[in-house]
Nanobody, 122 residues
């Protein structure tokens, strides 16, 4: 089975930085887009940004200039570098990817990580 595992979350002070990682593993033939979402308590899940396999990137306005998404295709890992963190960035952060498996190479399905908690507080 394909898995996405996030890591790197935790408690950070306002203005601080944090880098999240999302490692994909399993019977993977190809990974198309990889992206990051977050969900704060009482709010719906929102898209932060995503990467295609060629490295193109999109960001939501709320995080432009502060967050950076990158991807290492060899390691099948996506990263979310978060700088100048604010209390309103507190949320569970999720990795998401569209992946074709070895068994069904032309059928792409979406996968979610389990989420990692990011808390920005003094």
């Amino acid at each position: 089975q394909v898995q996405l595992v996030e890591s790197g979350g935790g408690l950070v002070q306002p203005g601080g930085s944090l880098r999240l990682s999302c490692a994909a593993s399993g019977s993977i033939f190809r990974i198309d887009s990889m992206g990051w979402y977050r969900q704060a308590p009482g709010k719906q899940r929102e898209l932060l940004g995503g990467l295609s396999s060629d490295g193109s990137t999109k960001y939501e306005d709320s995080v432009k200039g502060r967050f950076t998404i990158s991807r290492d295709n060899a390691k099948k890992t996506a990263y979310l570098q978060m700088n100048s963190l604010k209390p309103e960035d507190t949320a569970v952060y999720y990795c998401h990817a569209w992946i074709a498996t070895m068994r069904d190479r032309w059928v792409t399905r979406d996968y979610w990580g389990q989420g990692t908690q990011v808390t920005v507080s003094s």
